[in-house]
């Protein structure tokens, strides 16, 4: 039987283990214990000789919409704040531990084996974070890929935008916060790929299968190499930066006002008055969103 977890599902076909986010009507979001249980899937896969290769997607009409921050970060109260106010020496230390959160999805970059991500809907905040630590990323068109937290409360984390797109496209993103389709984003290689929706499923089982082909040790040689190349330009040193600025990032008087209209007003409003000037993600018109009947469905879960 497969291993039961409370925000993901786990399941194995032959060579390929596909790792779920399962929080369909939450759009995915991130919240406890998600990055744990990440890095145990991560663990399984890597850990079981049959598997040569992983596919990250997520369940219904999105890969992963972000850190869930309707409540603030309630969730990780207890390591980011003391009697009840942010404490800057516990917050720190939280991200610039291999047991923060980002860290735990790091295990995505760190696994010996392939991982694939299958992005669909939306891609944002920590979403495109989990996605872009994945070796591959292929993503439907109409998939939304972008850093809303550029505008209000937070930096970059993984520090996976920076070193996957030219100075150019990095400075662009990283001061505007401007999202990408699936089809832009494959444009300026940010991702690899972008096919229809309808394709996508099928085009990522192809990919995996074409990757079992090859000798494991093979993949593993090729992952390390490459991976050690972008650790050399100091991966580690820009996502101890980035974390602490996340913290001081979420903790200006303007993100508090953001929060805090969040909790009274709904997140809808926040993210409203974030996004309705530059009039895109959720304020964009229909045709600039994610199509809302594009779902994936885990076989067996309905």
């Known amino acids: 039987m497969p291993p039961e977890f409370e925000t993901l599902l786990y399941r194995t076909a032959g060579p390929v283990a596909t790792i779920t986010l399962n929080r369909p009507e939450q759009l995915n979001t991130i919240v406890p214990p998600m990055p744990d249980e990440i890095e145990a899937a991560i663990g399984l896969a890597d850990r079981d000789d049959d598997i040569k290769v992983i596919v990250l997607r997520g369940a219904g009409r999105a890969f992963c919409a972000g850190y869930n921050f309707g409540e603030g970060f309630r969730h990780w109260e207890d390591v980011m704040n003391t009697d009840g106010r942010w404490d800057p020496g516990k917050d720190f230390a939280m991200v610039t531990a291999r047991t ?42 109409d998939a939304v890929i972008g850093t809303p937290y550029s505008r209000m409360w937070g930096a970059y984390l993984t520090g996976m935008w920076m070193y996957r797109l030219s100075l150019a496209k990095a400075k662009w993103h990283a001061l505007t916060g401007r999202p990408l389709t699936g089809v832009q984003a494959a444009e300026i290689e940010l991702i690899n790929e972008a096919v229809p929706f309808d394709r996508l499923e099928a085009r990522v089982a192809e990919i995996a299968a074409e990757l079992a082909q090859i000798p494991l040790s093979q993949l593993r040689a090729q992952k390390l190499v490459v991976n050690q190349a972008y650790e050399n330009m100091g991966l580690a040193s820009t996502q101890l930066l980035g974390g602490i600025l996340d913290g001081l990032m979420r903790n200006t008087p303007e993100a508090h006002d953001f929060i805090q209209t969040a909790q009274a007003d709904g997140v809808r409003a926040a993210v409203e008055r974030r996004d309705g000037p530059f009039g895109d993600y959720s304020q964009a018109p229909p045709e600039l969103r994610p199509n809302p009947s594009h779902l994936i469905v885990p076989d067996g879960d309905g």
Do not use: N
């Open 100 to 141: 923060g959160p980002h860290q735990k999805f790091m295990a995505i970059w760190r696994a010996t084996k392939p991982v694939i991500a299958q992005v669909h809907g939306w891609c944002v905040g920590g979403g495109s974070d989990y996605a872009l630590c994945a070796d591959l990323v292929i993503a439907s068109e």
